[in-house]
């Protein structure tokens, strides 16, 4: 080898390794720490300037792609029927279907076997007292009126009705309980205080019954059938005067009630007031067909049978004239 090509391959190698300390001299010279914060690890973010606008542009995404930020509202569900909301089967919703009907002994099967399955619910209870009441079954509504106030003992309803039911099977005693717990819990309901009045009236101590009657009626004077026991009471206590004029406000509250009627003729006749007395027996008669005991009052006043009341055949005339006998 010359000495000149010695000297070419030298200068070479000089070049070549130059430039490799110059390449890795610039790799080491763009390498960096990261930003660390005095405080700790966190990376420092620094807010940028109200003004500052982005290079690039937000994408706008369509509102139907957002996902909301709370939850979608639940549909709302449909009200529950009672029928379905109180029982599993269908027995009650049955019952009361039968009860609208006035198919009385059949909404009590309903309800009895809802309560057989071991209902806990006192309505269900209660529903079947009122249907045993109105089927004629007085001992078996008893009981079954008597379970619903055992499950709930703050219903004026139940111990009014219970009084009511036991009323009417004669167990005087038991009816002037319940009333008396249906004014514990609400002491002036009217609707109590009738019931108490019956009870007192039915066990003979007529007395505390006008007293308990005449203020119930205070309370209530659209009740005609407590209007009608207060004439009643009063017409037994011969104080017939005083009977006539509750028993016109009973007659005209409910003018399809003929015993009423038959009570007003009474105590018109024994005011000595004969016509109005016919005129009412005779109304007695037309709504009964003569199977009360206006009949009999009738005929006793008109042996004959040729007594005609004014406007006879005019039902409207003549009950107003009922009506207006209470001014």
Request: charged residues 25%.
């Amino acid at each position: 080898m010359t000495q000149d090509t010695k000297m070419i391959i030298g200068v070479a190698v000089l070049v070549i390794a130059g430039a490799a300390g110059l390449a890795a001299l610039g790799v080491l010279g763009t390498r960096q720490e990261p930003e660390r914060n005095q405080a700790g690890e966190r990376r420092v973010v620094t807010a940028l300037p109200a003004s500052h606008k982005e290079e690039r542009p937000v994408i706008q995404t369509a509102v139907t792609e957002v996902e909301p930020f709370f939850p979608e509202i639940p549909r709302i569900e449909p009200v529950v029927p009672i029928c379905d909301a109180l029982g599993d089967t269908g027995r009650i919703a049955k019952g009361l279907e039968h009860w609208e009907t006035g198919a009385y002994g059949v909404a009590a099967a309903c309800f009895g076997d809802e309560a057989a399955a071991g209902s806990q619910r006192p309505w269900v209870h209660y529903m079947l007292g009122l249907s045993l009441w109105k089927d004629g079954s007085l001992d078996r509504a008893a009981e079954a009126m008597t379970r619903a106030g055992e499950l709930d003992d703050q219903s004026i309803k139940t111990c009014v009705n219970l009084s009511r039911i036991q009323n009417d099977r004669g167990a005087y005693d038991e009816a002037l309980v319940a009333a008396r717990q249906a004014l514990a819990i609400e002491p002036d309901n009217p609707k109590a205080m009738f019931l108490e009045g019956r009870s007192l009236r039915n066990q003979g101590v007529r007395d505390e019954a006008l007293q308990v009657l005449r203020r119930s009626v205070e309370l209530d004077p659209n009740n005609g059938h407590a209007l009608n026991l207060l004439g009643l009471t009063l017409l037994e206590a011969d104080l017939e005067t005083e009977a006539v004029p509750f028993l016109n406000a009973a007659a005209a509250l409910l003018p399809d009630v003929p015993y009423i009627f038959n009570n007003l003729g009474m105590a018109q006749e024994r005011c000595g007031n004969r016509y109005e007395a016919k005129v009412a027996y005779c109304r007695a008669v037309e709504l009964d067909g003569g199977a009360g005991h206006g009949a009999l009052n009738l005929a006793r006043l008109d042996p004959e049978g040729i007594f005609e009341p004014l406007n006879a055949g005019d039902d409207t005339a003549e009950v107003v004239e009922v009506a207006e006998a209470v001014n």
